[in-house]
């Protein structure tokens, strides 16, 4: 190589340094295969010098072997023509003998007549324990969490896409645990190679993984997706065992850069579990989640989620008579919550509840609403000595070990009496250890706290959570009484949730009534009580006490 040229490529070099944040730097002059390298890499991953003659051969060599046809075929594509650059990751071999994932983005540089001339590009080293996943390799939540704070701050175009595999426990449960994690580390690979040039791999928590990708074509990724589940589904061996995955997957664009990662992750948990549980596996992206929800929607959530953590501020709660079937008398009221400010105006729960259950948060907005439901309660008992105050509870809360000791402070922190407040839970609560479930609410109700099954019918495990947690009410969703008077199959369906209800010695709520002549239609079910727009739309405590039932 002549010295002109040797010039020129330190000259380069050294400029590339200076943007490099951190990264090793390779510049290879592809005339001449000759390259030069940062000394920290030389040093790092043992390498013959800062100047190497057929550099990426020698690389090959500290690659791990089983990604060495990845990264092979990249460099074969780039010297050949055929791709302008690459984005990968692979593990190569540092000095002590041990893998470290790295990060490769490299880009052709072309001279005045359009014929590549330089290959540049930086590897970033991932080798940082709490930022590796050590069964995969990959980086891990903690570097997800780097990464996403770095594209934020940069203002960079990219999208994020959440995967996992369902009913990983019964792969444990018949293979054992450590064949267990050579299907995440095939797994992990597979999602590598669909996604190859496309971002970077991360291993999330449990069985999902991430990829954030420089392409922003939804239909581009969704086709992707696509060939990873059908891979994962018909052509995946680990060892000689071929098994098939079932996956789920959601999406993000990120278009607005002025949120926080945790509002992202929390926002790609919940259509992942979208996926899994409403849509069969099929990927879900995040703007098309709800109907009215528009590229603001994550903004609006960013804003709600910082609520939180200023002293949930901006949060209230309105609330809607629960009345006696029979006399029409108050019986309770259930709190629900709200959202408002300037900017946005009230928003209402469903389009942001679903998105922070799946955020570290929530159990301390859980705790507000507790809190906040028992000290408008003291007021209402001044004029309903007996009624009874329903809340809301979510599933991130009660998954907590400190739960119900949460609860019994607040009630002494409130001054409420206990025998006044229902718990109303969803049957999403299956999803935890049952013998736990079945012993708080026990010690619940031990103390007088009643337990109300809210939307009962709505879901698959509805009747076997009635069978095995002490329920003390049911309520039935609108849905099964919105046309009552005329369909014989939700007159069937009322019928046999109060005769099961009975059977287990539950009192039945009917939610969504609205008419006088469906409240006289539903009083032959042996309903108790009714709830609903008929009565009195959720409203503010202060509108509910002037407010005669």
Known sequence: MDKNSLNRLDSMFETFSIIAEGSYIYLCDMKNDYSRWSKSAVDYFNLPDRYMKNAGAIWEECIHPDDRELYRKSIDNIFSGKDKGHDIQYRAKAYDGSYVVCTCRGAVIRDENGNPEYFAGAIKNHGSLSYIDTITGLRSLYGFFDDVKTIL????????????????????????????????????NCIQEVFANQGSVYRMDGTKFAIISNSRDEKHITELYKKLRKKVS??????????????????????????????????????????KNRRLGDIVIFDNIEKGNDRNSIETINVIRNSVIENCNGFFLCYQPIMYADTEKLKGMEALIRWKNDKYGIVPPVQFVPVLEQDVLFPELGRWILRQAMNDGKIFLKKYPDF???????????EKSDFVSDVFSILEETGFPPENLCLEITERCRLLDMDILNNMFKIFRKHGIKIALDDFGTGFSSLGTLRTLPIDTVKIDREFVKDIEKSHSDQSTVQFISSLADAFKAEVCVEGVETADMRDFLRRYGIKSFQGYYYSKPIPADEFIRKEF
Request: hydrophobic share 40%; net charge positive.
């Open 234 to 275: 018909h052509e995946f061996f680990v060892d000689t065992e071929k098994i098939s995955l079932s996956i789920n997957a959601g999406l993000m664009v990120l278009n607005d850069f002025n949120i926080e990662s945790e509002t992202i992750y929390s926002c790609l948990k919940y259509i992942y579990y979208e996926s």
């Open 153 to 188: 701050w940069k203002k960079k175009k990219n999208s994020v896409i959440i995967t996992g595999i369902t009913g990983f426990s019964v792969i444990n449960d018949m293979y054992g645990y450590k064949f267990g994690n050579k299907v995440l580390r095939t797994f992990a």
């Open 388 to 398: 009874i105050m329903n809340v809301n509870i979510s599933y991130a809360q009660l």
